[in-house]
């Protein structure tokens, strides 16, 4: 399946003063099979070495000579290595002792070899004892599949070209389609296995095994830790659903469990985030640039990297998402607001945060910043997108600021002036934009 981080990767390999490439991602969202694509159709030959449970990799990295490492790479391998030719993938990198630390050293000493190394974002960023090369490696973060990503899977071509040139008005004709479609993408979500599975099956069942497998490979990995951690990792992930399914979704400790306080489960919440499993939006206590320098850590809501592994974790019923409306509007928005989400992280944005006000009911669902602004962002899953908080927002708190707001919702695009609305199904392309 395509995917629209090959470019990207095409960009590196044309680059002068290229370095190597680090790929981070969470666990099954395709890093593996879209390296292999890129070597296969790029280079001339590609190398690929697993490190995961494997003997030859474990002393591979000793001294960091990288002539000597490229050299038992090839007798190992039976192959020739060239610079300008071949490509050299490092999967599971994380895994190997010193196998990170050696890009530093490829990036010095061999800087015409296409080196690209692939990991979990906790591993990579944790590996004990190591340190990280910075300033030598270049990095790609890669998620689950977008909406646009599931369309290209579809081969719906012509949609694409619609969402892509932010055709308002065409969108407008084609809109009961691109809701189909959406309702498809909410229930399978961005796991390429799942999308794979749906689109060769057709059978919910099993899109739905998928998907519970999955959730249980990503569970395994908490045992990995000692029993409390596990323990803590387990309640807070299991949690997720019932916190967004809340009027106001900022995560509540006492939720998770009785009388609980956020140094009970924070490094659990932690190694979630670097695991990349969920996404952590913070608010923010004043709406300036950069919106980082005003972040709250004490305040925020979770999420789960994708909308299909959340309809799963729900138990969400698969006919249900797929033949009505529902799908947008259940547990008070929480899928949509995912969605939103993990479009705006698609699309390139990797800080995103929300802004409540103290003593107030007034909320704004998310923020995120351009180059130039900041845009405030209402997720309406239903047709009734009255936005109070919003105008408040806009047209009365910050008035002398100028913002000019988002709202995604069910409707067609308007734009009001003082705030713009999209239909749910643009979020990427419009996030893309700028």
Avoid at 23 to 33: D, N
Avoid at 107 to 128: F, K, T, W
Wanted: charged share 25%; glycine share 6%; proline share 3%.
């Amino acid at each position: 399946m395509k995917r629209l981080i090959y470019n990207e990767l095409k960009n590196w390999k044309d680059k002068a003063n290229r370095k190597p490439l680090i790929l981070l991602g969470a666990r099954q969202v395709g890093k593996t099979y879209i390296l292999k694509e890129f070597g296969r159709n790029e280079f001339k030959n590609m190398v690929y070495v697993n490190c995961h449970q494997n003997e030859f990799t474990n002393n591979l990295f000793r001294d960091l000579m990288t002539d000597r490492i490229v050299t038992e790479i090839e007798r190992f391998y039976d192959t020739k290595i060239v610079s300008g030719e071949t490509l050299l993938v490092f999967d599971e990198i994380q895994e190997a002792h010193n196998g990170i630390a050696s890009l530093k050293y490829f990036c010095e000493d061999q800087p015409n070899l296409h080196v690209v190394a692939a990991g979990s974002m906790l591993g990579i960023s944790s590996r004990y004892g190591e340190s990280y090369p910075v300033g030598k490696v270049e990095t790609i973060r890669m998620y689950p599949m977008s909406f646009k990503e599931y369309l290209m899977a579809k081969e719906k071509k012509e949609l694409l070209e619609v969402l892509d040139a932010l055709d308002w008005d065409t969108m407008k004709v084609m809109d009961a389609t691109l809701q189909e479609y959406l309702r498809q993408y909410f229930f399978t979500g961005g796991m390429p296995e799942a999308v794979k599975t749906y689109i060769e099956t057709n059978d919910t069942n099993l899109v739905r095994k998928v998907q519970c497998e999955i959730i249980e490979t990503y569970e395994s990995y908490f045992s990995k830790h000692t029993k409390t951690q596990a323990e803590n990792m387990r309640r807070v992930w299991n949690n997720i659903p019932a916190q967004l399914a809340r009027e106001n979704k900022k995560f509540v400790f006492g939720a998770v469990s009785k009388g609980a306080r956020a140094a009970t489960y924070e490094e659990a919440i932690q190694w979630l985030v670097d695991a990349g499993l969920v996404y952590k939006v913070e608010r923010v206590r004043d709406p300036s640039m950069p919106l980082k320098f005003y972040a709250d850590s004490s305040a925020f809501k979770l999420f789960v990297l994708d909308c299909g592994l959340l309809a799963c974790m729900s138990e969400a019923n698969p006919n249900a998402m797929l033949l009505g409306t529902n799908a947008f509007i259940e547990f008070k928005g929480a899928f949509t607001e995912n969605y939103v989400l993990q479009q705006l992280k698609a699309a390139g944005y990797r800080s995103v945060f929300y802004y409540s006000k103290e003593k107030s009911t007034m909320e704004i669902d998310f923020l995120f910043q351009t180059a130039d602004r900041i845009v405030p962002v209402e997720v309406k899953a239903e047709e009734n997108v009255k936005s109070k908080s919003l105008s408040t927002f806009v047209n009365f708190e910050f008035k002398a600021r100028n913002f000019k707001a988002l709202r995604i919702s069910m409707r067609p695009y308007i734009d009001q002036g003082w705030m713009e609305n999209i239909p749910l199904y643009a979020a990427e392309g419009y996030g893309r934009r700028g």
